[in-house]
């Protein structure tokens, strides 16, 4: 019963959810077990709105279920740590262990999506349409919560924690840029040369 | 309990049952487990009943041979993985092979064939969709299906077999080059490059091209259940139309790629719109864009082309 308010008050009081989880006698526990449900949710949502042949559905919830869970650990731990970097840049300090607890927690909104999956197919045509637009709400949810736990976790106003959060993805879209303009550059030179 | 506590854990009862009613839907399909012959069970059939449709595109040999597009793959080798991979899938009930092709080598066609009466004798059922082409080799495959559809003027037929070897013996006259043969019978350098054949050799490959073509005229009597004499007055290498060859008997109908998949539906017994499944994984898109066979410039390609005795039969338009 514990565990589902800390759950409940995740969804409807974020901040209070947030604080009782890291006061949980088993955090870390609790929040790969989020993960794990969140993700299981996730791939019974994929499978109810796509139509799948039956060897791809079997492969999906057993060998691509745990692919993803593990895929999804690694992509946590790094995004953790980057994130643990870049707040410190701010001179506050933070707890890396509990913003890798929160940031579990965050996938919670993943939970809706079979019952969004299902309302989309019962709809028949244009329910790809609306399991997209939901898709894109608990998106958003899911952004809202990680920067919410950014705050928490290192004391930052909502600007700063936006910026924390956003400075990864700005970065790796100008480095791409600057490698596709350099790219760009050096095969005209190089064709120049050629001729 | 506030409010809010109680309509988050009503949220929360709702998103458990929607995972279960939504695991439910998605092993819909087949309720029960059945039971094969063998008395082993089998796995409920998941998802939903369509059709797999596999490209057949370019000269058919046994090499896996890699496209820009998925689901391209070319080679007998890969044709019939992918076959094996269709076969074992409960939800497909139908095939169509999308051919575009001249023919290819006799062994590679024969594989295929094999592997597609395999399939047909599962269950499943098998049409040809004919494009440009579906000659030769090509038609040899289609022998195997339930039924064989292509358009107007699409070229079929060239009934026959070949064997072509380069023969550069004067060219090494004029510029002094002579090959030395140690060999243990006197028809193991057969179809040499470097030399005009014996009357003794050419009879021997008169043999075996006579016997691959009466494997073919077999193949087409089963097939199309046709007489050995009508097929043999069709089978002199003659190309026809599509038009031409539902006239006399080669194909079943006139249409196009769609007809066909609407065709096999019916015979699969599926309402609706048909389905298409789609078998190949998203990673054979990448991997196939970085196998592209490299191209060769003209010289290596006429040099390769003489002096490699490709010392293979072949059903294949010329």
């Known amino acids: 019963m514990e565990r589902l308010g800390i759950i409940s008050k995740i969804i409807?009081?974020?901040?209070?959810?947030?604080?009782?989880?890291?006061?949980?006698k088993k955090p870390l526990w609790f929040s790969f077990l989020t993960v794990a449900i969140s993700l299981f949710c996730q791939s019974v949502a994929v499978l109810l709105i796509d139509n799948y042949?039956?060897?791809?559905?079997?492969?999906?919830?057993?060998?691509?279920?745990?692919?993803?869970?593990?895929?999804?650990?690694v992509f946590w731990i790094l995004?953790?740590?980057?994130?643990?970097?870049?707040?410190?840049?701010h001179k506050t300090e933070g707890s890396i262990n509990n913003l890798f607890i929160l940031f579990g927690a965050t996938l919670l909104p993943l939970i809706f999506l079979p019952a969004v999956a299902i309302l989309s197919r019962g709809l028949g045509s244009g329910s790809h349409f609306l399991y997209l637009f939901f898709y894109l709400l608990i998106i958003i949810w899911i952004l809202a919560l990680q920067v919410k736990s950014l705050k928490l976790i290192y004391h930052l106003?909502?600007?700063?924690?936006?910026?924390?959060y956003i400075i990864p993805f700005i970065s790796t879209f100008f480095l791409l840029a600057i490698s596709l303009v350099m790219f760009i550059i050096l095969t005209v030179i190089l064709i120049g040369k050629s001729f | 309990m506030d409010r809010k506590t109680l309509f988050a854990y009503l949220l929360l009862a709702l998103c458990g049952l929607s995972v279960l009613l939504g695991l439910v839907l998605v092993f819909k399909q087949s309720p029960v487990f059945s039971?094969?012959?063998?008395?082993?069970m089998e796995l409920p059939s998941l998802g939903k009943d369509g059709i797999a449709i596999v490209y057949i595109y370019g000269e058919i040999f046994v090499e896996r041979q890699y496209s820009m597009f998925p689901g391209f793959l070319s080679g007998s080798d890969a044709i019939i993985e992918r076959l094996r991979k269709i076969d074992k899938n409960k939800n497909v009930k139908a095939v169509v092979l999308r051919i575009n092709s001249p023919g290819g080598s006799t062994g590679a066609s024969q594989e295929i064939y094999e592997e597609v009466n395999k399939?047909?004798?599962?269950?499943?059922?098998?049409?040809?969709?004919?494009?440009?082409?579906?000659?030769s080799g090509a038609y040899y495959i289609s022998c195997a299906a339930d039924r064989i559809i292509a358009n107007p003027s699409t070229i079929t037929g060239s009934i026959g077999v070949i064997f072509n070897f380069g023969?550069?013996?004067?060219?090494?006259?004029?510029?002094?080059?002579?090959?030395?043969?140690?060999?243990?019978?006197?028809?193991?350098?057969?179809?040499?490059?470097?030399?005009?054949?014996?009357?003794?050799?050419?009879?021997?490959?008169?043999?075996?091209?006579?016997?691959?073509?009466?494997?073919?005229?077999?193949?087409?009597?089963?097939?199309?259940?046709?007489?050995?004499?009508?097929?043999?007055?069709?089978?002199?290498?003659?190309?026809?139309?599509?038009?031409?060859?539902?006239?006399?008997g080669l194909i079943d109908q006139l249409g196009n790629l769609p007809d066909?998949?609407?065709?096999?539906?019916?015979?699969?017994?599926?309402?609706?719109?048909?389905?298409?499944?789609?078998?190949?994984?998203?990673?054979?898109?990448?991997?196939?864009?970085f196998n592209r066979k490299s191209e060769e410039n003209n010289l290596a390609q006429v040099t390769k082309a003489l002096s490699k005795s490709d010392t293979r039969l072949a059903y294949l338009m010329e």
């Open chain 1, 12 to 24: 409807v009081d974020p901040d209070q959810g947030f604080n009782e989880l890291l006061l949980y």
């Open chain 1, 53 to 73: 042949g039956s060897v791809q559905v079997t492969s999906m919830l057993t060998v691509g279920y745990l692919a993803k869970i593990i895929a999804f650990v």
């Open chain 1, 79 to 89: 995004m953790t740590s980057l994130f643990h970097f870049i707040a410190s840049w």
């Open chain 1, 157 to 164: 106003h909502t600007g700063k924690a936006i910026s924390v």
């Open chain 2, 35 to 40: 039971v094969k012959e063998s008395g082993k």
């Open chain 2, 119 to 135: 399939l047909r004798q599962r269950g499943k059922k098998v049409v040809v969709s004919m494009g440009d082409v579906g000659a």
């Open chain 2, 167 to 248: 023969n550069m013996q004067e060219l090494f006259k004029k510029i002094g080059v002579k090959m030395e043969v140690v060999k243990s019978g006197k028809a193991k350098d057969i179809g040499a490059y470097w030399r005009s054949p014996e009357e003794s050799e050419r009879q021997l490959l008169q043999g075996l091209i006579d016997n691959s073509y009466e494997q073919f005229i077999r193949v087409i009597v089963a097939g199309r259940k046709m007489t050995y004499d009508q097929v043999k007055q069709l089978a002199d290498g003659s190309i026809f139309t599509g038009e031409q060859a539902l006239n006399k």
């Open chain 2, 260 to 289: 066909a998949i609407q065709v096999a539906a019916d015979l699969a017994g599926l309402k609706g719109e048909p389905y298409i499944i789609k078998e190949y994984s998203p990673m054979e898109k990448v991997f196939e864009m």
